[in-house]
């Protein structure tokens, strides 16, 4: 789901909403949780995940298209853990699973 997606199902689940209402409200809890992890502070969705920072020291990498090596500077990445209720709703359907992966488990 992309962004504009998400802005018309929001539009869609609440008809009272014109577009740009909806637009402004999903802009608007972006922009907040962005916020929230450039000071540093933890966003929690219960039921879906949570969204944190990770401190990524410097480190010496390799470019993949010249296989020569490169300083890669120290920062700051984020990263999402998934909560338990979603990563059971996720396995809970196993034919799903089956074909997302490409392989069916009965071989």
């Known amino acids: 789901m992309i962004k504009s997606e998400l802005i018309e199902?929001?539009?869609r689940d609440y008809p009272h909403l014109h577009l740009k209402?909806?637009?402004?409200?999903?802009?608007?809890?972006l922009e907040e949780m962005a916020e929230a992890l450039m000071r540093g502070d933890r966003?929690?969705?219960?039921?879906?995940?949570?969204?944190?920072?990770?401190f990524r020291?410097?480190?010496?990498g390799?470019?993949?298209?010249t296989?020569?090596?490169?300083?890669?500077?120290d920062?700051?990445?984020p990263f999402f853990r998934a909560s338990r209720d979603m990563q059971?709703?996720?396995?809970?359907?196993?034919?799903?699973?089956?074909?997302?992966?490409?392989?069916?488990?009965?071989?």
């Open 9 to 11: 199902s929001v539009a």
């Open 21 to 29: 209402d909806a637009e402004r409200i999903v802009d608007a809890i």
């Open 43 to 54: 966003v929690e969705l219960r039921g879906f995940g949570a969204f944190s920072v990770r």
């Open 57 to 60: 020291p410097q480190r010496s």
């Open 62 to 65: 390799r470019n993949p298209r």
């Open 67 to 73: 296989n020569k090596a490169i300083f890669v500077e």
């Open 75 to 77: 920062k700051w990445v």
């Open 88 to 107: 059971h709703r996720l396995n809970a359907d196993g034919d799903r699973n089956e074909s997302r992966s490409g392989s069916s488990s009965a071989e």
